[in-house]
């Protein structure tokens, strides 16, 4: 697919080195989604990189729950200088679920239910994410859950030279030995689910000096998730706390039981149609 004309409706909001614009194609008055990533220093070429990964990532998907990244195009300057990439993502008309109007306990396990089936997809295709947080889990007006940036998102066999992802999500592992695997992505998103439960967020796994944290100092900061919430469903605050379990083989072993585990737990406990996604008042 080309981008081709298009008018700006207006921002959408902004990446750790992008913008993002919602857009209008002047042809169909589809609607998209334009990550615009600047290119003014040589420095800069390590974004066009990993927006050409987040693209090439993309492609190898075909799942309701995970965006669609249309296309990816160089942007030149009159001399033919590269000064920007523009990257053409599908619309979701919403907001990220940390942005969202705030969800109760069994609208939180629709909404990780279906990122749990997104990233099962993933790991069968052999990717990881890497970065799983609720500002990389958007919420439509019509209930569509969309698992967003794939910008780190690591593919098995690559090369591994830094850290990915975000602290406070972040698996121990992930910090102490640059791993990415199945079980990091299921801590990502046990702490994503804690922080949608409790309002509050797990240790981080990197410390003040930015040093992975050792076992002792994470137990000591720990709170379990019926501690902060006691009036919380006690199958889903065990299976919160055991995908934040700080060793790895104490986590679920597969992305899939987590997601039959949230299944089960949903169909316990949603009595009442209005509460799906859906039903959400904005």
């Not at 981008?3 to 614009?21: R, Y």
């Not at 089936?117 to 970065?131: R, Y």
Request: aromatic share 8%.
């Amino acid at each position: 697919m080309k981008i081709e004309k298009f008018s700006v409706v207006g921002p959408l909001g902004n990446g750790a080195q992008s913008a993002i614009l919602q857009i209008r194609m002047t042809k169909t008055a589809e609607n998209f989604a334009l990550k615009v990533v600047p290119l003014e220093s040589p420095e800069d070429i390590k974004f066009k990189e990993q927006a050409e990964h987040e693209f090439k990532v993309a492609q190898l998907f075909d799942h309701p729950n995970l965006i669609k990244i249309y296309a990816l195009e160089p942007v030149k300057d009159w001399m033919f200088r590269l000064k920007k990439m523009h990257m053409l993502i599908e619309f979701v008309d919403g907001k990220t679920i940390d942005e969202a109007p705030r969800l109760s306990p069994v609208r939180i396990m629709q909404v990780f239910e279906q990122v749990a089936s997104a990233l099962v997809h993933m790991h069968k295709k052999g990717v990881f994410h890497a970065d799983i947080k609720p500002n990389n889990i958007m919420l439509g007006k019509d209930g569509t859950i969309k698992v967003i940036d794939f910008g780190l998102s690591w593919i098995r066999d690559e090369p591994k030279d830094r850290i990915q992802g975000t602290p406070e999500y972040m698996a121990p592992e992930q910090a102490k030995h640059k791993m990415v695997n199945e079980r990091t992505d299921i801590y990502s998103l046990g702490a994503a689910m804690y922080k949608m439960i409790t309002n509050k967020l797990p240790p981080p796994s990197l410390n003040e000096e930015n040093k992975p944290i050792e076992l002792k100092s994470w137990q000591k900061q720990f709170k379990p998730v019926e501690a902060l919430m006691p009036p919380i469903n006690k199958t889903l605050a065990d299976l919160v706390n055991r995908c934040l379990s700080f060793q790895a083989t104490s986590r679920p072993e597969r992305m899939s039981e987590v997601q039959g585990a949230l299944d089960k737990l949903i169909e316990e406990l949603l009595k009442n149609p209005n509460d799906g996604l859906a039903g959400l008042e904005w």
